[in-house]
């Protein structure tokens, strides 16, 4: 009967261990989009929001403000599939990017971690 108990230490300390790897990824994710996000967005709350992009759309310059990390983790539809796709394949203002998948994966990791956060919008 010794069997039952050590079963439930070995499930908690692999849930343990699962949320610690969760979170590096997503402290991971954090340090890559603010290389290579931030000076567009808005990755952190610490963060002062970037500068407006002036951009020429055919019919006179216009000013930009790129959505928050947050803005966009909030966005009903916002899912890992969505994200990678959006990331790979971006429109325009946005400029492409590649990313070595398991940084992508990071990265994503880190935005959709973002929507459980109980911080106001920023």
Known sequence: MQLMPTLTCLCVLLSATAVQADASKQDEGRALAMDYCGACH????????????S???????????????????????????????VIQAPHYPMREQLFIPEELEEIIAYILSLKATGEDEW
Do not use: H, M, W
Request: charged share 25%; glycine share 6%; net charge positive.
């Open 55 to 85: 951009i020429d759309s055919g019919s006179g310059l216009q000013e930009y403000e790129a959505p928050s990390f947050r803005q966009i983790a909030l966005r009903p539809g916002r899912n890992a599939d969505y994200l990678r796709t």
């Open 42 to 53: 808005r990755v952190s709350p610490e963060q002062a929001p970037p500068p407006k992009v």
